[in-house]
């Protein structure tokens, strides 16, 4: 699947969210670029290779506490091709992430603004 695919996907929505990642006993800081149930592309000039699995911890607009998820990297972007990151794919996320997730999803829009749907 391609960077394109992937951002573009239905079920994803433009967000910018502080990204905590650990892996191998350190830890850094990206930022979302888009979010879905499934993964989210992580912007960061840090390197890691597909398949490399971090713990991911984030807030998600208007949430209180931090969710926290396993994630494998799926496939990285260069810096020279628009913001440098990885995509990552989300690994047994906790029914609660999923549900915060999907109430993300239904609360904002693909293009990042907030739905006019009442609640």
């Given at each position: 699947m391609s960077a394109r695919e992937f951002a573009s996907r239905p079920g994803r929505a433009s967000v910018a969210i502080?990204?905590?990642l650990k892996s191998a006993g350190?830890?850094?800081v990206g930022t979302s670029n888009n979010i879905g149930v499934g993964g989210v592309f992580v912007v960061t000039d840090r390197r890691l290779s597909p398949g490399?699995?971090?713990a991911l911890e984030f807030t998600l607009p208007d949430h209180i506490h931090p969710t926290s998820v396993d994630a494998e990297v799926?496939?990285?972007r260069e810096?020279?091709?628009?913001?440098a990151g990885?995509?990552?794919r989300f690994v047994n996320p906790s029914i609660g992430a999923m549900v915060a997730l999907y109430d993300l999803l239904r609360r904002i829009g693909p293009d990042g603004t907030r739905s006019s749907r009442p609640e």
């Open positions: 502080q990204i905590i350190e830890s850094f490399d699995r971090v799926r496939w990285s810096a020279d091709q628009r913001p990885f995509g990552m």
